[in-house]
């Protein structure tokens, strides 16, 4: 039978999704529409819609630990005299306390460093075709999961507790069919407009 | 008969070297794994400064063993 009306095939790589777009700094955690950002088998003609990472302020809790470790042996010089404790004047500690001091602070550095990399690395990123999400931890492992967005039946996001409500952060789930793999992102900025930015794609395909 | 590397000294010498020579190992991973992030995921400019940072690391972690060969 011959056919009365063929719709055209939308080219969805084309399209970008229809939200502005904004700069993307390196710092960045939310990002729609960002301009430089590749990824491992990106496709040719495939656009990066969203870029998400834990927002800032979940870094809090290192940098304050992070700022207490740096000043934390100057603390203790200036309290150990004060309790009549003459710790460096011993000669064992004079022999070695430039070498424990420069090796105190590389492992300080370290930590800051390990720390920043795996906010700076756990990254989830929505196409116009899937949704890739790489997870980073404890410098030794790292995890890159994808799913076409066809897989995914229902998307959803989570905001509990006071400071993720005044800061505007919260928890994305993306529920994929079958035995696949669910996808979670965790602690990102504006989670309801990520959301609706899935759920619209989702709606597209 | 010298007894001198039975000492509390030396041996403190010595294992403070293994724990650098161990950080040293742990600069080189996270060399590695910051490499292998970057061919993962391409932000501008950052595999360049991250790589930078460490090997700075590295660098500083190697200058410190020699450092404590020395002075110890």
């Given amino acids: 039978m011959t056919d009365i009306f063929i719709a055209p095939i939308k080219n969805r790589h084309k399209n970008r999704h229809p939200i502005e777009e904004s700069h993307m700094h390196i710092l960045s955690s939310f990002s729609r529409n960002p301009h430089g950002l590749t990824f491992q088998a990106q496709k040719k003609d495939e656009s990066i819609i969203l870029f998400l990472r834990p927002h800032y302020l979940t870094n809090l809790p290192w940098v304050l630990l992070g700022i207490f470790l740096f000043f934390f042996p100057l603390i203790i010089t200036q309290i150990l005299p004060m309790l009549g404790i003459d710790f460096f004047s011993s000669n064992i500690v004079a022999h070695f306390i430039t070498t424990y001091a420069v090796f105190y602070y590389l492992i300080v550095f370290s930590y800051i460093l390990i720390n920043f990399l795996t906010w700076f690395y756990n990254i989830f990123i929505v196409t116009a075709d899937r949704i890739i999400d790489i997870r980073y931890s404890d410098i030794v492992i790292h995890n890159v999961s994808e799913t076409n967005l066809h897989h995914i039946e229902d998307v959803r996001y989570s905001q509990s507790g006071v400071i993720p409500t005044l800061f505007n952060y919260g928890n994305l789930y993306a529920q994929t069919a079958g035995t696949t793999e669910n996808f979670e992102a965790r602690s990102i900025p504006k989670p309801k407009e990520a959301t609706d930015v899935i759920a619209s794609l989702i709606g597209d395909e | ?72």
């Fill in chain 2, 1 to 72: 008969m010298n007894f001198s590397f039975f000492q509390p000294i030396f041996l403190i010498k010595i294992i403070t070297l293994i724990v650098i020579a161990f950080y040293i190992i742990f600069t080189f991973v996270v060399f590695t794994q910051i490499k292998a992030m970057g061919e993962i995921i391409g932000i501008p400019h950052a595999s360049a400064l991250f790589k930078t940072i460490s090997v700075i690391n590295i660098v500083l972690a190697i200058s410190l063993f020699l450092f404590a060969i020395v002075i110890l």
